[in-house]
């Protein structure tokens, strides 16, 4: 999948998710808001220039978001993005308008729209995880130019071969190629227990 597929995606199929934002005092803040549209820039979605979420993201720049789909835990996929923000204002906000319908009945007049604003998260990452799939999948990605980074378990060359690791996944994504143990990254729940058993002191978190 590219980028743009986990836009498209959380736009048109999570659509509403949970964001976090950090206050004043360095302390998280949650709230309920839907993503409304996205291009191959970032994702957009609005707020009202009243509100505590707006003053939050002119102060810090910065948001975190997470949605999900499925109707239970083993058929759920979520979709996080991470990432900085930046208020684009009102020209967009007739688009947005146009592919979020309902947003008429909670702005029904043009001087209630007034107190919006739209924002683009332009910059960050971005982790998709589905529990449908055995074994199940985690793909990380970034976007807008931000710095790849190596997240999650790795083993490196102080492995013996052992396999205690193996025995002890719960994805079974343990292979072992030369000898030598490989953790398949896309299948891994980062649950640490590789670490945890290995004698050698041969995985480490990155």
């Known amino acids: ?100 319908p309902y947003m008429r009945e909670i702005y029904p007049t043009a001087e209630s729209v007034s107190a919006l604003t739209v924002f683009q998260i332009y910059e960050g990452s971005g982790e998709w995880f589905d529990l449908s799939k055995k074994p199940i999948e985690r793909i990380s990605f970034t976007f807008g130019g931000a710095d790849e980074k190596e997240s999650g378990y790795y083993i490196n060359a102080e492995c013996n071969g052992c396999k205690a690791c193996q025995k002890v996944c719960p994805q079974s994504c343990i292979d072992f190629v030369g000898g030598k143990a490989v953790i398949r990254q896309k299948n891994c729940l980062h649950c640490g227990n590789c670490m945890n058993i290995c004698p050698a002191g041969a995985v480490e978190i990155r």
């Open 1 to 100: 999948m590219q980028n743009i597929d986990f836009f498209r995606f959380l736009t048109n199929e999570i659509h509403s998710v949970i964001a976090a934002t950090v206050d004043e005092n360095g302390l998280p803040v949650t709230c309920a808001m839907d993503i409304m549209d996205f291009d191959e820039n970032g994702l957009y979605f609005l707020t009202a220039k009243g509100k505590g979420l707006y003053r939050r993201l002119k102060q810090m720049g910065y948001i975190a978001l997470t949605g999900m789909k499925g109707d239970d835990t083993m058929s759920r996929t979520a979709l996080s993005i991470r990432g900085k923000v930046k208020e684009i204002g009102e020209h967009r906000l007739p688009l947005l308008f146009e592919k979020n």
